[in-house]
């Protein structure tokens, strides 16, 4: 109620003084080098931490499973950031103003994250992962068949998708998937900053000229990502089940890399309000706004899972059943159920509230919340693939805590990255005609 009366006499103030100025500086502000500092520390303790793994039974095993984990967060971030922000440009409004620069910032991590994969495409790691990896051939794949290493289902299914699933065929993915990405990257943050360095900046030829040069290149793009997100969902994370089929996998990766990403950039925008410039420039309109948004992912999100869980259930073909047989028993009921509570059930439930929405401390638990359900869910999709984790849970060693230390120290790696990023520009969009309504004072509901 006191928070409410606050706001409302914000609002008178602002109603009396007419539209507000734009601070004079527009950069990022200087708490952003301790953000980046603790970022580094967290990433260096829990390294250390995952050291203590290392030399545990299955420890290396779940060590190199962990970090794909965290990869795979880090490339939703910023594959999803970049996706996020040609769906901006295509749709318009004033929503991703705010989130312009945030977005932008975790598209430029997009080169750490292709290092990051390097590890994984040295068969020394890549054979504790993938199948296809250990056994890169037909003879290879029959003779572990014969010597019971593999089921003749995985041998047969191996073998037939040999073509897309073998090292080099995924060295050539992944330099075609990053290419792509990279290019994208390139013109959107380029012509972002000659945007705002126009001459004929704040004129109407001006945002004219910008939003179609945008929108020819966000148009495509969207559809060429959904195409390499597709391809690398399958060869990254599907196909570490060779026997895994799945028509909406690539769609399913899309919408929970918008899920993900809009959780970060809210969390971002927020923290960085306390703060000039974003002080200035974020109303409680576009934060309810952004809220929204992220419902309606939250609910796309359990839509497309629940659907192709429901079609397998009610099917009931042996060929599709034990990629969740595997996920639900011994133990792993556990996960999936908090899986379902943490990714989906709290979320939808607690974004239902307007006043929650509204609200910046409770927003920021709620999105860091989300971020975390995004790595349980991760958790779930990747370590039941394995022989000795695959309905059993109960059975997993204690290196399954490998799964936190990892993932954090990437996650923490990147996060400093991403905030390196976030400095390099101002903060805010000067060049948009959305700016001059953003500041405008807010009207009482």
């Not at 065929?169 to 330099?175: G, H, L, P, R, S």
């Amino acid at each position: 109620m006191s928070s409410a009366n606050e706001h409302h006499g914000e609002q008178g103030m602002n109603a009396h003084h007419g539209p507000r100025a734009l601070p004079a500086s527009l950069a990022a502000p200087p708490v952003l080098v301790a953000w980046r500092t603790r970022a580094l520390m967290v990433a260096a303790v829990f390294a250390l931490l995952t050291l203590l793994f290392a030399f545990t039974h299955e420890g290396r095993n779940h060590i190199i499973r962990a970090y794909l984990m965290g990869y795979m967060t880090c490339f939703n971030f910023a594959g999803g950031a970049l996706v996020l922000l040609m769906l901006q440009y295509v749709s318009g409004g004033k929503w991703g103003l705010l989130l312009r620069r945030p977005l932008e910032a975790m598209t430029r991590t997009l080169p750490l994250v292709a290092v990051m994969f390097i590890p994984i495409l040295l068969p020394y790691f890549g054979k504790h992962l993938y199948q296809w990896i250990l056994y890169p051939d037909a003879a290879s794949t029959n003779n572990a068949m014969l010597s019971g290493l593999i089921t003749r289902e995985q041998a047969l299914t191996a073998n037939f998708k040999r073509p897309m699933l073998n090292p080099h065929a995924m060295i050539v993915e992944y330099c075609i998937i990053y290419a792509v990405l990279f290019i994208l990257m390139f013109l959107l943050n380029r012509w972002s900053l000659e945007c705002d360095a126009d001459p004929r900046r704040g004129t109407h030829p001006s945002y004219e000229r910008w939003r179609i040069k945008f929108e020819n290149l966000s148009g495509p793009g969207i559809l060429i990502y959904v195409i390499m997100l597709t391809l690398g969902a399958i060869v990254w994370i599907k196909s570490l089940d060779v026997t895994w089929y799945s028509s909406i996998w690539g769609l399913q990766f899309l919408v929970a890399q918008g899920y993900g990403v809009l959780a970060l950039s809210i969390l971002s925008v927020i923290l960085l309000s306390r703060y000039e410039p974003m002080k200035t420039l974020l109303r409680v309109t576009e934060q309810h706004d952004l809220a929204k948004l992220t419902f309606a992912f939250v609910m796309l999100n359990i839509y497309l899972t629940f659907a192709e869980f429901l079609i397998i259930w009610s099917g009931n073909l042996p060929d599709e059943l034990p990629w969740y047989l595997n996920r639900i028993h011994g133990g792993w009921w556990t996960i999936c159920t908090l899986d379902f509570v943490c990714h989906w059930l709290i979320p939808f439930c607690l974004l239902l509230s307007r006043d929650l929405k509204r609200n910046k401390q409770k927003m920021i638990w709620l999105t860091c919340f989300m971020i975390f359900a995004r790595c349980v869910d991760m958790f779930w999709l990747i370590e039941p693939n394995f022989k000795g984790a695959a309905g059993n849970l109960v059975g997993e060693p204690l290196s399954i805590l490998a799964y936190i230390t990892v993932p954090v120290t990437v996650i923490a790696l990147w996060a400093a990255y991403y905030i390196t990023q976030l400095m390099k520009r101002p903060l805010v969009v000067v060049n948009d005609p959305h700016l001059e309504e953003m500041l405008e004072p807010e009207h009482a509901h």
